[in-house]
């Protein structure tokens, strides 16, 4: 029988996601949770694990293509008494009804996910050696997945052509000829190409076998020397290359729109107050090389990041109005009693802010472990959905890039962040006398609607206080 696997919600009501790239091809015989392809949410790279044994049968949608939640993407062919085990959470409908026996239920364990859960409830530490898809694009190396099987078209001998044409032909639907209308042949790839430059494959002249299109004759319509003469390029392509020529257009999608939909949210609905601190951190520096000496903490990454970090969580349990949420809908202050702490990461696809779970019941060791594969991951592309969602405070550090100081967004559903800058050697007031001290200045910004003034300088003094003296700490906990 047929089963139809439609796009899952991957994580709070999202309503679309990207195709990426396909880990297999039709006809291909593939395992119950075997990754099966590779998407972009609005927050993050995810992988989708099959939720059927069997062979597939047809994939209904090309890499680069945006598909909405609950539409089909992908045919199995399985065994009429198989029965399934589903583990990937999908609606039949972007409006979310009842799961069907192609829009399997959420599960509690997701394999491909991004992250594995444990029977504890925490999630799996991920590899640290994953990379981030470089593109959507296959390569000559990898087998376009969504060219349905067909006759193979006449052509001369096999041995006469190439091994990628003779494959191109196999993948390419032959055309229904004397009708109008015919999808122009080409291969998934060449497709996606004309796509993105806007180019009508209906005017290009293939030179291919049979007609066949090729990313040449694509490039050769826009440079307007195609095979059946310049005029065959519309003025409008040509007036294209000249704009292309001085500026590049980039799709807003993706992480990039999910954030700055929130930030422009964030901005104009949270009214932000941002102060300004600058200390001696001379003592936590020294402390911190005095860490990274020691055994306790040999072979963990250890930078002013993982203190400051920290010193925010300690600082809270002074200052819960900075762990809170402004509930608009209820009318209620909710003041969260544990700190999922976020971290603002740049990431090839742009800015997230991925948190750490109960980072307030962390221990520093366990925290700078946290951290780094945190960002490591984060830089990957491999955050889990459940990762970038339910943060309660945030810190970005600027500091990395040379910045001193800023006015940071609050992360949407948040009362505070606060920015790191650099720490820089500079002379700077000590007992008296002026001396080459190492400074830092941090910058918080909060909701003035959750946090008065008082208690915003309060906790921003309480982090400055523990990062110039750390031995302030036993006076705070």
């Known amino acids: 029988m047929i089963k139809e696997f439609r796009l899952p919600d991957l994580g709070e009501g999202l309503t679309e996601s990207e195709i990426l790239s396909w880990k297999v091809d039709v006809g291909d015989t593939v395992s119950l949770n075997q990754v099966i392809a590779e998407v972009e949410t609005a927050k993050a790279v995810v992988e989708l694990p099959s939720p059927f044994a069997g062979v597939i049968k047809e994939l209904h949608e090309q890499p680069g293509t945006i598909v909405e939640v609950g539409k089909p993407i992908v045919s199995f062919e399985v065994p009429d008494d198989a029965g399934t085990q589903p583990s990937v959470p999908a609606d039949a409908s972007p409006g979310g009804g009842e799961a069907t026996a192609e829009t399997p239920k959420r599960q509690p364990n997701l394999v491909g ?35 349905p099987t067909v006759e193979p078209v006449e052509a001369g001998p096999a041995d006469s052509m190439p091994a990628e044409t003779r494959r191109a032909e196999a993948e390419t639907p032959a055309p229904e000829r004397g009708h109008q209308g015919e999808r122009p042949r080409s291969t998934p790839p060449v497709r996606k190409l004309a796509k993105d430059l806007g180019v009508d494959l209906a005017q290009v002249a293939g030179t291919g076998p049979n007609g066949l299109i090729t990313r040449e ?14 005029d065959t390029a519309p003025a409008a392509a040509a007036t294209r290359i000249q704009q292309e020529a ?18 422009v949210d964030s901005a104009f609905t949270a009214p932000h107050v941002s102060e300004f601190l600058t200390v001696d951190v001379t003592p936590a520096m020294e402390l911190l090389a005095k860490l ?4 306790a903490f040999s072979g963990v990454k250890l930078t002013p990041l993982t203190l400051a970090a920290k010193a925010v969580l300690i600082a809270l349990r002074r200052n819960p109005a900075l762990n809170a949420r402004w509930d608009e809908a209820s009318q209620e202050i909710v003041t969260f009693n544990y700190v999922n702490l976020g971290i603002a ?35 990957a592309g491999k955050t889990a959905p459940g990762d970038l969602s339910g943060g309660t405070i945030s810190i970005t550090n600027i500091g990395v890039f040379g910045i001193d100081a800023g006015t940071p967004i609050l992360n949407p559903g948040e009362a505070a962040i606060l920015a790191m800058g650099a720490v820089r050697t500079m002379p700077w007031e000590y007992r008296g006398e002026v001396a080459l001290r190492q400074v830092l200045t941090l910058s918080l910004s909060f909701d003035h609607r959750l946090v008065d003034g008082e208690q915003g300088s ?20």
């Open 292 to 295: 990274k000496a020691g055994s």
């Open 458 to 477: 309060r906790f921003l003094a309480d982090v400055g206080a523990i990062l110039a003296e750390p031995g302030m700490v036993l006076t705070m906990v």
């Open 113 to 147: 996910y991004g992250a594995v859960v444990e029977s504890s409830g925490r999630p799996v530490r991920r590899p640290r050696n994953l990379q981030a898809p470089e593109s959507a694009l296959p390569t000559s190396a990898t087998a376009e997945p969504n060219a």
């Open 345 to 379: 990461a740049a990431t090839p696809r742009g800015l997230t802010v991925p948190n750490i779970k109960d980072a307030d019941a962390l221990s520093l060791h366990q925290l700078a472990e946290a951290l780094t594969d945190l960002t490591e991951t984060a830089r």
């Open 217 to 230: 004759d694509v490039q050769a319509f826009l440079d307007g020397t195609s095979a059946e003469g310049p």
């Open 246 to 263: 001085r500026e590049t257009r980039t799709p807003i999608k993706g992480v990039r729109k999910f954030m700055a939909a929130a930030m």
